[in-house]
């Protein structure tokens, strides 16, 4: 079987399943080198809890004030345009500094 055959079938993988095929075939490739890349029962516990935990990210996309700020900016540059002032390159990046620095 060569690899032309085999893509059709991995493309229709779950993400999941993708990086269990990508974890074999290191262990293989790697067995068959001659290097031990099993785990040990120990690691095998920490990637467990590590698997099991939730993590939570802030991003200024979920932070209240951000969202009221770059909304403030969006309303204010349509106000320009309606007011045949155009916006300029100076006033966006005004309006970006000031949305990312909330």
């Known amino acids: 079987m060569n690899l ?3 893509l059709p079938a991995v493309s229709q993988l779950s993400n999941q399943d ?3 095929l ?3 075939l290191l262990l293989a490739v790697a067995k ?3 290097c031990n890349l099993e785990t040990s029962d120990a690691e095998n516990i920490l990637l467990h809890q590590l698997a099991s935990t939730s993590a939570i990210v802030w991003s200024p996309q ?3 004030k951000s969202v009221q700020a770059f ?4 309303k204010e540059g349509f106000n320009e345009i309606e007011q045949g002032q155009g916006i300029s ?3 966006v990046e005004q309006m970006m500094e000031e949305w990312t620095t909330m």
């Open 4 to 6: 032309s055959e085999i």
């Open 18 to 20: 993708k990086l269990r």
């Open 22 to 24: 990508i974890y074999f």
């Open 32 to 34: 068959e080198e001659g």
């Open 62 to 64: 979920a932070d209240n």
């Open 71 to 74: 909304i403030a900016s969006i």
């Open 89 to 91: 390159i100076e006033s």
